[in-house]
């Protein structure tokens, strides 16, 4: 199983980049690989930008601890193991950093996973810029 990771700093509190990160039905909108995204904090619907589907459990959803983990349980995409975690954590009072974890299997997928996940995660400080502001 293959491990990424993903890190950011973003200068607004963590309890802001919570509001993004932790609205589990709307990751489409700061995540550029994704065309949509509906559900709730027990599932999500994805549909990736190239029209695959994946269809996610929540496993965590901890507003406390700022904590989203989930798996793909299905889909268009040959996965037989996922679990992803995304922490948003506090280093100051104006002052966040977003970790996105992910074990991907097969392993040849991970080089997707990782550049999307790249992606978004560099994206998140202007996003979170835009959207706190």
């Known amino acids: 199983m293959a491990t990424l990771r993903s890190h950011v700093l973003i200068d607004a509190s963590a ?7 932790g609205d589990v039905a709307a990751v489409a909108s700061w995540f550029p690989a994704m065309a949509s995204s509906a559900g709730d904090t027990r599932h999500r619907t994805v549909i990736l930008a190239d ?22 349980i299905g889909g268009d995409l040959p996965i037989t193991g996922h679990l992803g975690t995304v922490d948003v954590l506090e280093t100051g009072p104006r002052q966040s ?6 074990e991907i299997e097969p392993d040849s997928l991970a080089g997707a996973f990782d550049a ?18």
């Open 15 to 21: 309890d802001e980049v919570w509001q993004v990160v």
């Open 51 to 72: 029209g695959s589907k994946l269809d996610e459990a929540v496993v965590t959803h901890d507003p406390q601890r700022r904590r989203l983990q989930y798996r793909v």
């Open 116 to 133: 999307a996940i790249g992606e978004a995660v560099a994206g998140l400080p202007d996003y979170v810029r835009a959207i706190v502001r």
């Open 97 to 102: 950093i977003v970790v996105y974890s992910t």
